[in-house]
């Protein structure tokens, strides 16, 4: 086989997620506070539980690009990983460069020892043929991935029992390729910031294809699967064993079968059935088949099977057709089997009898890329691990507890590094908006205050939230008549500058500047006007932020940036009443 370089096609659109970053050239601004800015008094938590205050405990820290890492596991175990990550990585970024917006650091915990996984692990029931030994999570702002090193192997009661008639594969036990865990994540990762979300198929197929990528020192292999008559190698070796065993030979004992590998799809769908199309593809996310199926579950494996025929298969005629199909799913389109007859010229029953042919004589053409003769690829990475601080270790576990929906056991972990005398500004933010969720707004506003004085956390969903506390306050007592005052529309605008500078962008910042200026005497600098334009654009379906931005200019005597705003506004408008409102402001902009 000769690898090609992967070409770019319809279906490549929800990896290459548009970045939405306006490059304006202006100075940034810290969002430090003014030297006069109260001492602040934190609050207390009284332990009453001696749950909440476990002993603590000892992981290891490390940075790479993206990623914060936590992991009790070996140091020896953790180096190796993530420099094949960091390698994996690289040479995805070859074969699939995904320009990625803005975010903050992903967390990455190696749980080695003590059932660490176990806080993480899912609530709940699984599929009977699949298990689980890593996790993705997210919400808007931040992410998650947790991977179980502790465990090699884990039970899985699948249908497959006594398929081998030889006895050397144990199916009721499958082993864990971490490696490989970790990349499937990885994709999820990737795939995370787009919008709308790809379907829960089409994430699998993809991450099953992506822990499958070959890596090698002078070649990239995408796509390539396995011979449907090989065996792993342990089960190779249990088998020649029991067959001498079966010999005259006293000595020799016949062994159990060792653990099931987790095989691709033309092994492991061989001998079952499919799952009905229909049934298939409507599959949604946060199903139990879509957590994590480590083992040979038929939906995985056959989402494999479908995107890898698709992709790669039958001398490419489906490609267009998929890529087609994906399109319009994106559009909005509801995913019925007339718009599959449509893309594919296909019905659902003569797509299974496809897909079956393809599992059993699986034709296709690997992708791929080779390094220039005489060269080879370097992917090498430093990696620097030393021991966490508690308040690492309490920030970057409740972080992820709290995107596992276990809020409390998440208060916990912010908690007990605090109660010890902790003060990074980072676990003071955390647990500054675990309070604020909590609606204990005063003891959120110490946390948050502490959080930006005096060096800020990088942390800006904190820095907002402050502001809007600092805000109901002034606009409560406001210091100039029925306006704010100077200084108090300042100290709002200042944590509001700095959450504009840390990633995620989030468009309520934009919003709330708009509406301190507009509530104040304070007129903003033309810097400080470019950053509304900044927001506009980042946002352009947020229509009420083009049009208070529009009313700040207006306010403020800046008339050609009012107009440009309104021109803007109103092409981004998504009904009559937003351009009659857009309309009547021009209006008054031209009025004596």
Not at 1 to 21: E, H, T
Not at 175 to 193: I, M, P, W
Not at 579 to 591: G, H, K, M, N, P
């Amino acid at each position: 086989m000769n690898p090609s370089v992967v070409p770019s096609s319809a279906y490549c659109r929800w990896l290459a997620v548009p970045i939405l970053w306006i490059a304006l050239g202006l100075p940034r601004l810290g969002g430090q506070p003014a030297p006069s800015d109260p001492v602040v008094e934190l609050p207390q938590f009284l332990v009453t539980d001696t749950r909440e205050l476990p002993p603590p405990e000892s992981w290891r820290y490390a940075q790479i690009p993206g990623f914060e890492i936590l992991s009790n596991a070996s140091e020896r175990e953790s180096l190796r990983l993530i420099r094949d990550f960091e390698a994996f990585r690289q040479a995805l970024n070859l074969i699939w460069p995904v320009p990625q917006r803005p975010q903050r650091p992903t967390l990455l915990i190696l749980c080695g020892r003590r059932n660490a996984y176990d806080a993480f692990a899912p609530d709940g029931p699984r599929p009977p043929d699949s298990a689980s030994a890593s996790r993705f999570l997210r919400n808007p702002e931040h992410s998650a991935i947790i991977l179980d090193l502790q465990s090699k192997v884990l039970d899985v009661l699948g249908d497959d029992v006594g398929a081998d008639p030889t006895g050397a594969t144990d199916f009721s036990q499958i082993s864990v390729d971490h490696n490989k865990q970790l990349y499937r994540e990885y994709l999820f990762h990737l795939l995370g910031t787009a919008s709308p979300r790809p379907p829960a198929w089409f994430e699998e197929g993809l991450a099953q294809l992506v822990m499958g990528m070959k890596v090698e020192k002078t070649r990239i292999i995408f796509g390539q699967i396995e011979e449907s008559n090989s065996v792993s190698a342990s089960a190779g070796a249990v088998a020649a064993v029991n067959s001498a065993a079966g010999s005259d030979d006293p000595d020799l004992t016949p062994q159990p079968g060792a653990p099931a590998e987790d095989r691709d799809f033309n092994v492991a769908l061989f001998r079952r059935a499919l799952v009905p199309m229909p049934v298939f593809l409507s599959v949604k996310h946060g199903a139990p088949e879509t957590q994590n199926p480590l083992g040979n579950n038929r939906w995985a494996k056959q989402a494999y099977a479908f995107v890898h025929m698709c992709l790669y298969g039958r001398g490419g005629r489906h490609q267009q057709a998929f890529g087609n199909y994906l399109m319009r799913l994106s559009r909005g389109e509801e995913a019925t089997e007339q718009l599959f007859k449509e893309c594919f010229k296909l019905d659902y029953k003569t797509m299974e009898l496809e897909l079956r042919s393809y599992i059993q004589f699986t034709d296709y053409q690997a992708r791929g890329i080779r390094a220039t003769k005489g060269q080879s690829f370097d992917f090498v990475t430093q990696v620097d691990f030393r021991e966490a601080t508690q308040a690492e270790v309490g920030r970057i576990k409740g972080e992820a507890l709290l995107l596992a929906n276990k809020a409390e056991a998440a208060r916990r972990e912010f908690v007990a590094p605090y109660a010890r005398g902790e003060r990074d500004p980072e676990l003071l933010a955390s647990l500054g908006l675990v309070e604020r969720a909590a609606g204990n707004d005063e003891r959120a506003r110490k946390l948050l205050e502490a959080a930006f004085v005096p060096t800020p956390a990088t942390r800006g969903r904190a820095h907002f939230e402050l502001a809007r506390l600092r805000f109901a306050a002034a606009a409560a007592n406001p210091g100039a008549g029925d306006k704010l005052s100077p200084a108090q529309a300042e100290a709002i605008l200042a944590p509001l500058l700095a959450a504009r500078t840390q990633p995620p962008a989030i468009a309520a910042v934009y919003e709330t500047m708009a509406d301190v200026w507009l509530a104040s005497g304070l007129k903003p600098t033309r810097e400080q006007v470019a950053y509304l334009f900044e927001g506009a654009r980042q946002f352009p379906r947020r229509n009420p932020l083009a049009y208070k931005a529009a009313m700040v200019c207006a306010a403020s005597g800046y008339t050609d940036e009012a107009k440009a705003l309104i021109e803007y506004g109103k092409g981004h408008a998504t009904n009559a009443e937003q351009v009659r409102q857009f309309d009547a402001l021009q209006a008054s902009l031209t009025t004596p």
